[in-house]
């Protein structure tokens, strides 16, 4: 990518800017820009100035992300303090893009609104409405109302549920946006009840889930869009740690990556792992749970880059 020099910018732009620190697995090469805008306005100015060719990839906080170890020839996006505002109207909680999940459930609860399922999904507002984001039985799409974002023109628009098209983990997005805010409509709930129940859940988490090692949440999507919902007859057969149970693949490791004996759904980077040695192993386990079920696991960690002498592997 040619040197780029935009100026009056009031964000900072890095060039080369490794992204492994900026992920919670820890591994990755550089991008070829890390651009982090002051406010709307500064990124609104970077978007219309950046050359079209130029390829720009929004990043949150790199809690469901495995960069690949040859980096990303792109310009990486990422929000902060300028886009974490949690704002709450009467039954409506607006939230920035890089407002964490587990801030907004709080912020809600006191304001006696039931944003309890986000409490415990690791992440950003931004990535929680890419991913459609869900836990114990509810998802980010339930209590949408509208989001906005900068188009790679550089506008600011609008987005309805239509326009996000929400799916299981999945919502869609036009190539270079950056979502900016998004504004819900909870349920009410009293204060005291909210905030208990979310103390029960993060108990109920750390009690199952490998939450000190590192690890970027579910490896895989449950098969079927069979999605947890804490209830006590929820069934287990076709979620994704079981059939990855019933594979032998609970507890394998590629070099520094492992299967958490923990959780079999969470790849974990035990210290030393590599990008590469994460998504081989991710890889090895979806051979092997098909091959013990005819099941094709899909990943819900995002990958991205390249690959280490493969130029041409970016999603």
Excluded at 24 to 30: F, I, N, Q, S, T
Excluded at 76 to 104: K, M, Y
Excluded at 278 to 283: H, I, S, V
Aim: hydrophobic content about 40%; some cysteine; glycine content about 10%.
């Amino acid at each position: 990518m040619n040197t780029l020099n935009i100026p009056d910018l009031r964000g900072r732009l890095t060039p080369n800017r490794n992204l492994s620190d900026l992920t919670w697995l820890r591994v990755g090469g550089p991008a070829d820009y890390l651009f982090q805008p002051a406010d709307v306005e500064d990124l609104c100015l970077f978007m219309r100035r950046l050359p079209q060719g130029v390829t720009v990839y929004p990043m949150g906080v790199g809690s469901n992300l495995i960069v690949r170890d040859g980096g990303l020839r792109a310009v990486v996006i990422r929000l902060g303090r300028g886009f974490n505002s949690i704002e709450i109207e009467g039954d409506r909680v607006t939230a920035g893009a890089a407002a964490l999940d587990a801030h907004v459930a709080r912020k809600a609860a006191d304001a006696g609104l039931d944003l309890t399922f986000l409490r415990t999904i690791p992440g950003s507002i931004g990535g929680a409405l890419r991913m459609n984001a869900g836990c114990y039985g509810t998802y980010t799409a339930d209590h949408f109302v509208s989001a906005q974002a900068v188009t790679r023109a550089g506008e600011v628009v609008t987005l309805t549920a239509d326009d996000l098209n929400f799916r299981y983990r999945q919502s869609d997005l036009s190539p270079g946006a950056v979502l900016i805010s998004a504004t819900f409509a909870p349920p009410k709930g009293e204060p005291e009840a909210l905030h208990a129940r979310m103390e029960e859940q993060l108990a109920k988490r750390d009690e199952t889930q490998p939450t000190k090692d590192r690890s970027a949440g579910s490896t895989f999507r449950n098969p079927a869009g069979f999605s947890s919902t804490g209830k006590a007859d929820d069934v287990h057969d076709l979620k994704a740690w079981k059939v990855i149970d019933d594979a032998g693949m609970r507890g394998a490791t590629v070099g520094g990556a492992q299967m958490s004996p923990m959780h079999s759904n969470f790849l974990i980077n035990t210290g030393e792992a590599t990008a590469h040695d994460l998504e081989t192993l991710g890889e090895e386990v979806r051979k092997k749970v098909y091959a013990s079920s005819g099941i094709r696991l899909e990943w819900e960690i995002m990958r991205i880059g390249e690959k280490l002498g493969d130029p041409v592997s970016q999603g």
